[in-house]
């Protein structure tokens, strides 16, 4: 039988968590900062996954706010207050000037329960300061040109794939060989593997790359939740990454690099690159301090290994999609592009290499721009 003590206990209960939650939904507008009207407990997202994708939320976000006229504007994830930047000389403060104050990106890591989340994308204060140290000297411009070779190599696989094609049929699923492309160029640069599903769309690793990155609105959610209460999500030991996937691309990374060692192979990629920072803390060649911060785990770096896959899989294939769609239906830009590719290549002996690249003017300009008019993010 319910008492009337044990009424008024939770009476009070419900009180103290209706106030606690309109505090926490006053911190913008205490603060005089305009912000999305929030309601719990979603708080100002309570569109995602019904009517927008989450990029079009944060979108529609900056568009009301930027009326106000203010420098930032407030919403909210949940409950925990998010600041959305609107003027450009803000974002410039926070990006140079002020970056000391600003380099954490907020996402969730469980480097205990989850290790994979442990990447310089994600961990925080000096943990990334000592992991940017330690990886900094990989994303050189003389780094990066011992792995223009893989690229060439698997580009040169591409073209001869299409035209097996296109000799069967006029119309192929050019999307679905722009993931296969993007995937095998980062399997080899950062697995060291050669899984060529351009020819194998059914190999393992393109299948648990897919599945380890996709965007499903369920595990989207999720990663809000976690993300806005990091700590409850850390006791209750709450994952980004399925165990499945965590388990195969450390065995895969740590397999190859047993590899590597036992018969002592050298590959110029990625791999190779956070071996020696394993091995030496700094990268052969390498003045810098990255050898002040001490040596990569190798937790640190299957978990560096895997970014490549979340941030580098689907952002770029889908880029070279539009690109390559907007070259259909404009055919003046696609015999501009044509013909600086053919006038640069004369010029180094018709070789593609890096200089060869940066000489490309136009073709960085079709790349880069090609963004400003669909942003890839969305898909």
Same mark, same amino acid.
């Given at each position: ?6 009424? !008024? ?24 900062? +305009? ?30 706010? #930027? ?13 925990? +207050?998010? =600041? /959305? ?15 000391? %104050? ?5 996402? !969730? ?8 989340? =442990? ?110 209460? #990091? ?12 165990? *499945?996937?965590? *388990? !195969? %691309?450390?065995?895969? /990374?740590?397999?190859?690099?047993? !590899? ?5 192979? *050298? ?79 004369? *010029? ?32």
């Amino acid at each position: 039988m319910i008492t009337t003590g044990f009424i !008024y206990f939770l009476a009070a209960i419900i009180s103290l968590g209706v106030l606690y939650v309109r505090r926490i939904y006053g911190y913008w507008q205490d603060r005089g900062v +305009p912000f999305i009207e929030p309601h719990f407990p979603k708080g100002s997202i309570s569109s995602l996954g019904k009517t927008e994708h989450f990029f079009e939320m944060i979108k529609r976000f900056y568009v009301e706010l #930027k009326g106000e006229g203010k420098p930032v504007g407030g919403t909210f994830f949940m409950t925990t +207050p998010v =600041a /959305v930047a609107l003027d450009l000389n803000f974002i410039k403060t926070i990006l140079v000037k002020d970056f000391h %104050y600003f380099h954490d990106r907020g996402f !969730y890591v469980n480097e205990r329960d989850d290790p994979l989340t =442990a990447n310089l994308l994600t961990i925080e204060g000096s943990q990334w300061r000592a992991l940017r140290t330690k990886l900094s000297p990989s994303f050189t411009n003389g780094k990066m040109k011992l792995i223009l070779p893989i690229i060439k190599d698997i580009s040169d696989r591409f073209v001869q794939c299409l035209n097996e094609e296109l000799c069967k049929r006029e119309e192929i699923n050019l999307s679905g060989y722009m993931s296969r492309f993007m995937m095998d160029i980062i399997a080899s640069s950062a697995f060291g593997l050669d899984c060529n599903t351009l020819k194998d769309s059914n190999n393992e690793f393109f299948i648990m790359s897919q599945a380890a990155s996709d965007t499903f609105i369920a595990r989207t959610l999720k990663k809000v939740f976690m993300t806005s209460f #990091k700590k409850l999500s850390i006791f209750l030991r709450l994952k980004v990454t399925k165990d *499945q996937t965590s *388990q !195969y %691309y450390t065995r895969i /990374v740590e397999e190859t690099m047993s !590899y590597r060692d036992r018969n002592n192979v *050298q590959r110029d990629d990625f791999l190779s690159m956070l071996m020696q920072l394993r091995n030496k803390g700094n990268l052969d060649g390498d003045s810098g301090n990255a050898k002040d911060s001490g040596k990569l785990t190798n937790n640190e770096i299957v978990a560096n290994a895997f970014l490549f896959i979340i941030a580098g899989y689907h952002s770029s294939a889908t880029t070279l999609e539009f690109c390559i769609l907007e070259l259909a239906h404009n055919a003046i830009i696609q015999e501009n592009l044509r013909n600086e590719i053919r006038s640069v290549l004369e *010029q180094h002996e018709n070789m593609l290499s890096y200089n060869a690249l940066m000489d490309m003017k136009y073709l960085d300009k079709v790349v880069n721009g090609k963004p400003r008019t669909i942003s890839e993010i969305h898909y």
